[in-house]
């Protein structure tokens, strides 16, 4: 072999080598996008076709998104799917073993995520673009010192009686909770996210080309680690959150929050709201003391963007899902930045 | 750069690129294996806890096997799972919206996926073993033509009374028949899976090194392809017949079906039962017609196999879960091959 020969076929093979590992110019565009549950499941409890629908029409949107250009890794609530998991697990408790919370919050990613594959799918074949779509199954480690399990505080599942709440409560140690809605209902803790276990996995398929990930799904499957040993736990993480670090890990350009209004407001609901185009993470940390955002609602948004900005000095992105193109053109709603 | 570098650099990157894509060396050793459903579901509605002692009992033996070298891409059953999902779909359905078949089999694919993945995780742990575990949610095409739409086979979910059996026949078409355990079951088709949706995503997992992928559990979500749509339909899949695709895709080395007999036997269960340790593939369809593996039973697993093997010409073994590592040292088990 010449010389010349050996450093041409030296650099086509290092460029082989890095179409393989989808490194350099890719890295930069890579959004998380964090699917909220009112893109995924319409309220008062629709039948699956109307859920099927709803899935589908969200996954054209992230379509779009994917056909400008981006790489798109997908993480996705579960709230109302694993509250109707509980719901059948208590309902046929007499018949079939129960299970516990990690599996059905696995079970929901598999759920979620099959409709939402398939939905992409159909939605590239349409457009002829090549394009593979990967649920995979994600396990996230929180800490069990983590003070969310000093003081369980998300509702989950069905509204129980009195005497049944009483009865749970005795057998399993549950936290259980009057309703303002009647009925007594379980809460469990939400303990911050801190490693996602199959991130290497994840990432190797991210690299991979025409590849769209959807990982975390519902915040992950939460585990602890006890003596080298992972644990499934009672517990549910929150999914922006479980973005946010998915979107460090992955050295994500954009995390993209969509939720269900096209801004983030100051004085939401009131007379005086004003709705916010741009903040800086500052300002975001500001608006965060003055009570601006609620937790359960915007607040976890909020804080993971915060999360995400200040590791990796990028933008965080929160709006609805009928304006997530024009937002990544930052034609619309609130970006969070840096400075 | 001199020439020399150039040169050294060029058998550097080229070593880097293969060891990234994985071929050459591994490609032999791949194994793709199939666990049954009584290694992974104890008989008489086990509780949680006692699920989950048995699939961490399973998980070891095939950790086992991994140590010493062997690649694994493991698929799995699902059988009374799904039916576990189906009865609390039916129990809770006035509350919760019931979700098709499809969907229930995506579900059983998280469950089961991830207490085998966090089971296999921690057996590498405690050994000391770098390994990766990644359980991808996995559609299989079926062929909407295929005869077995015409004639569902297979019973699956709660026995229903007469009066919710007609109910639901007239409502969903569904077809029902009376068990001789009492009760009327449905039965779905079971058609022939025809093609792994995911295939480029398990690849690009299973050439990473240190990876074990969990793939096509259940025998895959059954989808049909409509005018280059991909849809869900109301269907199981054998998982011995995916699993076979799946070692054809892989171009796996052996594929190791996991059941509950030691052998496969001649007049089993009769006086004369005579338990076989080698045949070759043909000596296996002269069985076959012979009737000596009944549906439902080894006939599936032997039919996986023989397609499996004229198709690579390589090796299956059929053995249970407690002679696997001999088996696969060829003193243990049935082996078949092409001559």
């Not at 965060?288 to 607040?299: A, L, Q, R, T, V």
Request: hydrophobic letters at 35%; glycine letters at 8%.
């Amino acid at each position: 072999m010449s010389c010349l020969n050996s450093s041409t076929g030296y650099r086509a093979v290092l460029s082989a080598l890095n179409a393989e590992k989808g490194v350099s110019l890719s890295k930069q565009k890579i959004i998380v996008v964090a699917v909220g549950g009112n893109a995924l499941y319409p309220p008062n409890s629709p039948s699956f076709e109307i859920q099927k629908d709803l899935i589908a029409k969200t996954c054209k949107k992230l379509a779009d998104i994917i056909e400008e250009g981006h790489r798109l890794i997908i993480t996705h609530g579960n709230g109302p799917q694993v509250g109707n998991l509980l719901i059948q697990n208590e309902k046929a408790r007499r018949l079939v073993p129960s299970m516990p919370l990690d599996v059905l919050v696995a079970e929901t990613q598999a759920q979620i995520g099959y409709l939402m594959q398939q939905s992409l799918q159909n939605a590239f074949n349409r457009r002829g673009m090549h394009r593979r779509v990967t649920p995979v199954v994600t396990q996230v480690v929180v800490d069990q010192r983590d003070k969310a399990f000093k003081d369980p505080t998300k509702p989950v599942g069905p509204y129980y009686s009195k005497t049944r709440a009483t009865r749970l409560k005795s057998k399993y140690k549950w936290e259980m909770k009057l309703d303002r809605r009647g009925g007594y209902r379980r809460l469990v803790p939400s303990p911050k996210p801190i490693r996602i276990v199959e991130m290497a996995s994840i990432r190797k398929l991210v690299s991979q080309r025409g590849s769209v990930v959807i990982a975390a799904g519902g915040g992950g499957v939460p585990v602890i680690e006890r003596r080298g040993k992972l644990v499934g736990i009672e517990a549910v993480i929150d999914k922006d959150l479980a973005s946010s670090l998915l979107a460090n890990e992955l050295d994500a350009r954009t995390l993209l929050l969509v939720t269900d209004v096209r801004y983030v407001s100051l004085n939401f609901g009131k007379k005086n709201q004003a709705d916010l185009t741009e903040m800086t993470v500052d300002e975001a940390e500001g608006y965060m003391k003055e009570g601006h955002f609620p937790e359960g609602s915007m607040g976890p948004k909020m804080q993971a963007a915060i999360d995400f900005i200040r590791k990796e000095k990028r933008e965080a992105i929160i709006t609805s899902i009928g304006h997530l193109k024009k937002a990544l053109d930052r034609k619309d709603g609130t970006r969070v930045t840096l400075d």
